[in-house]
């Protein structure tokens, strides 16, 4: 399935969402909560990508049926309007492969594969692992470098080995190197998305193409538009976007931890989130008190009809 929102610099989109996976209070994957998620970030947050079963998404903890009918939910719900990128990473390749294959068939425009996390392999090992899952399918596939999460950077010659498959088309940054990303950027075609809330308009800067973001949940419509002023070349608009949203960034990615912060701002904002499956835990009530003060800081709109 072709992808709606994919451009030949931008393959998956401009603006996404690494989306967390709404559950209800028995600890179940809520879908109709999916859906209902998906579309106001379709809708509202002007998302033309989202990202379903990532980390942020709680992934470790789904199970493999639980994924396939979480992005059966999302395709039916916006996949005619926006890319739908299905987390397929794990730290086993023939896993990853199975996790492929099944998203291929539920309609997935595109795989994000995340650096094999624990076990530490080595860059060939990554190569191998990366050009498997990518042989797997006929569906582009976006690199996901992480390194403080997975132990292991995705060095630049295995980049540019990795950018030779017809198939690996972008990378979602998350190791902080500007230099190293430009390095990759002018030495192939891969396509580089900011997945670092804090950088995206550096990365911007140098070449990136777009962002996957998690407070994106809630004032992705900002992101939108800071993207789209910086292309049109009014750097100074995008400066005054980026620097008021830098309350929602500290409230959200500087506290505990991207997940759980989403969801305690979905909740503010009257969206579907639910609870965390263990071992990740709510958000305490001190830690919501202050994302409430930032994102209220930071001009979100919250349920209670609190705004600047």
Not at 1 to 24: E, H, I, K, N, Y
Not at 187 to 196: C, E, H, P
Request: charged fraction near 20%; charge should be negative.
């Amino acid at each position: 399935m072709a992808a709606p929102t994919g451009t030949s610099d931008a393959p998956f989109g401009r603006m996404l969402t690494a989306m967390v996976t709404p559950f209800a209070h028995d600890g179940s994957v809520d879908y109709e909560g999916a859906q209902r998620l998906a579309t106001y970030l379709v809708d509202e947050q002007r998302n033309d990508g989202l990202v379903v079963s990532g980390t942020t998404g709680e992934s470790p903890t789904t199970t493999d049926d639980e994924k396939e009918r979480l992005l059966r939910a999302v395709v039916e719900a916006v996949g005619e309007r926006a890319t739908i990128v299905a987390g397929a990473g794990t730290n086993d390749t023939h896993h990853s492969v199975g996790l492929a294959r099944a998203a291929e068939r539920a309609g997935a425009h595109g795989l994000l594969l995340v650096t094999p996390y624990y076990s530490k392999p080595p860059q060939e090992g990554l190569y191998r692992h990366f050009t498997a899952v990518a042989d797997a399918t006929g569906l582009p596939v976006m690199l996901y470098d992480i390194p403080g999460r997975s132990g292991v950077p995705i060095r630049n010659e295995t980049l540019a080995r990795l950018a030779r498959h017809e198939r690996i088309v972008a990378v979602k940054d998350a190791k902080a190197d500007l230099f190293a990303g430009s390095q990759v950027m002018a030495a192939t075609g891969l396509a580089y998305y900011s997945g670092d809330d804090t950088l995206n308009l550096p990365w911007l800067s140098v070449g990136a193409v777009g962002c996957v973001s998690v407070i994106g949940h809630v004032v992705g419509a900002e992101i939108a538009a800071m993207i789209e002023l910086y292309g049109a070349g009014d750097v100074a608009g995008a400066l005054a976007i980026h620097r008021r949203l830098l309350p929602v960034v500290s409230g959200i990615m500087m506290q505990a931890g991207g997940a759980i912060m989403a969801k305690a701002a979905l909740a503010l904002v009257g969206q579907p989130a639910g609870p965390m499956r263990p071992p990740l835990a709510e958000a305490t009530d001190g830690e919501v008190a202050r994302l409430r003060e930032d994102l209220i800081a930071g001009g979100v709109k919250l349920s209670d009809g609190v705004v600047t």
